[in-house]
């Protein structure tokens, strides 16, 4: 993400410390995914708000210009006017939080933002993703093209190994996952982390971000993470410079819902052809 976190002195005993009770931890996480978490009323504002945290992504194989062309229009036109139009929220100007894209698709997504008159920012994972084991140079060297390609956000990928020795690295944002792995974003290993940054607020004053990515794809999942970070964090955090939500197919179930919410009946494949 943009440079926010000036730096603080890092304080490894404090680190020590920490212990998590994960049975507690688990009971929590069952908590919210068993709720209803959204009043039924309420739900199309919470989901258009959710919209606006999606960093829009592809990050596949057989990613082209014209694919990516196509994710920066859906970026900028999430949800069909129509629908927008009913809600009476058309000029509200919404967005999704940005795209992200491979460093070698960075220049197409820009060109095709500009072309349509947006500034949604561009997103690139860098630094050997979703692995992170290349060299430092290799690693710095493409979050500098990455840049120099107009890319005003990196997902940096970290090098594992040296936490797992202890060799902490500072941040702006804390991401879950890769959402190349296996396991990605789940709700337990999220509230650690959510209450990790709490911590950390409290002890500094300094706010980190949050990014969750990977097998978050339904409407009501985006509704029980953002549940999950105005609890845990407060208000405050539920901000696109504070909270992101790492996603390729998650804007086309919202739009869905927005859709039934709209007319009472749930969209043929025709009916939203951009999703």
């Not at 002195?9 to 049975?23: A, F, G, H, R, T």
């Not at 894209?101 to 860098?126: F, H």
């Amino acid at each position: 993400m943009s440079a926010r976190n000036l730096g603080t002195e890092l304080d490894l005993s404090w680190i020590s410390k920490i212990q998590v009770n994960q049975p507690a931890v688990l009971r929590r996480a069952e908590q919210i995914q068993a709720r209803r978490v959204v009043k039924k009323e309420w739900q199309a504002a919470w989901l258009l708000k959710a919209v606006t945290f999606i960093d829009l992504t592809t990050l596949s194989g057989d990613d082209t210009s014209s694919n990516v062309q196509r994710l920066c229009y859906k970026a900028k036109y999430p949800i069909r006017e129509d629908l927008l139009k009913a809600l009476n929220v058309h000029d509200k100007g919404l967005t999704t939080a940005a795209v992200c894209v491979y460093p070698a698709r960075v220049c197409d997504a820009v060109k095709a933002l500009k072309a349509a008159g947006s500034t949604i920012p561009v997103a690139s994972v860098a630094t050997g993703f979703p692995a992170g084991q290349t060299h430092l140079k290799t690693r710095l060297e493409e979050i500098r093209l990455a840049v120099e390609d107009g890319a005003t956000e990196i997902d940096v990928v970290i090098n594992r190994t040296l936490v797992l020795t202890g060799q902490w690295e500072g941040s702006d944002f804390i991401k879950t996952s890769t959402g190349k792995e296996t396991v990605n974003a789940t709700f337990p290993v999220a509230i650690v982390m959510l209450r990790a940054i709490r911590d950390f607020f409290w002890k500094t004053g300094n706010k980190i971000g949050f990014k969750p990515a990977g097998g978050i794809r339904s409407a009501k999942d985006s509704l029980a993470w953002l549940s999950l970070i105005k609890e845990e964090l407060g208000d405050e955090w539920l901000t696109p410079e504070l909270f992101r939500i790492g996603a390729s197919t998650l804007l086309s179930d919202i739009e869905r819902q927005i859709y039934h919410h709209v007319t009472g009946r749930y969209a043929a494949y025709h009916d939203l052809p951009m999703s």
